[in-house]
């Protein structure tokens, strides 16, 4: 079973942010937050990952509480082409004995609206 | 940079045969790939792991014997559905990962649909 808890779906306006929220309150010291989202009939595309620090790229910014139980994922200006599934996944990072295996959950639906 | 692309993107064939699905790494050496199954409005589900040259990892309730991994290359992985039935019939993904990286960069995928 995916170890996170994610709304099942949420709007946001284009040009606005769109904060997706996370809850991973069973996470272990060792285990990465991870954020890929997938667009209707592709493959997921990988976002963002952190271990404990807030993390940002070219495509969003990772903000994790300071307990880990929580993490939210930033997309600074939403557009309609980010309309997508959201999946926030924990995972061992792979400096241990685990394969790098990734449990999807159910995920967020994003809808950007015009 | 890492991409992973799938062949076929789609595939239609007749119940009781077998369909091949390639996955290849084109910019770096997938020391792990994995593969993955979506049904309609479902979320990805797990399948399999497998490491270049050893035998793949099975997550439970698959049947090894019906989905046969090889992943004889650093840049190749093949998933063939044996003796297909139309239950069958899903999107299929694979994903790959170097050494020493934590991060999975996801092929296209891969409908297939069983008559």
């Known amino acids: 079973d995916a170890k996170t808890t994610q709304p099942p779906s949420m709007d946001c306006a284009e040009g606005r942010a769109a904060n997706l929220p996370c809850n991973h309150s069973t996470i272990s010291g060792n285990e990465y937050v991870y954020w890929y989202r997938q667009i209707h009939s592709q493959g997921p595309q990988y976002i963002i990952h952190?271990?404990?620090n807030n993390e940002t790229n070219e495509m969003a910014s990772l903000i994790i509480t300071e307990d880990r139980k929580s993490s939210t994922l930033i997309l600074p200006h939403a557009t309609l082409r980010d309309t997508a599934v959201y999946y926030c996944?924990?995972?061992?990072?792979?400096?241990?004995?685990?394969?790098?295996?990734?449990?999807f959950g159910q995920g967020t639906t994003l809808q950007v609206k015009p | 940079g890492a991409v992973v692309s799938q062949h076929p993107s789609r595939v239609i064939c007749k119940s009781g045969t077998s369909v091949k699905i390639e996955c290849r790494s084109l910019?770096?050496?997938?020391?792990?790939m994995f593969w993955y199954r979506q049904f309609p409005k479902q979320s990805l589900m797990l399948m399999a792991t497998s490491n270049e040259g050893s035998k793949a990892t099975y997550e439970q309730g698959v049947e090894k014997d019906k989905f046969l991994i090889n992943h004889a290359s650093l840049t190749l992985s093949t998933l063939t559905v044996t003796s297909a039935h139309p239950e069958d019939s899903s999107f299929y993904i694979c994903?790959?990962?170097?050494?020493?990286?934590?991060?999975?960069?996801f092929g296209p995928g891969t409908r297939l649909t069983v008559l």
């Open positions: 910019d770096f050496q997938a020391t792990t």
């Open positions: 952190g271990l404990k």
């Open positions: 996944i924990v995972s061992p990072g792979v400096g241990s004995s685990n394969t790098g295996k990734l449990i």
């Open positions: 994903s790959a990962r170097t050494a020493g990286t934590d991060t999975q960069y």
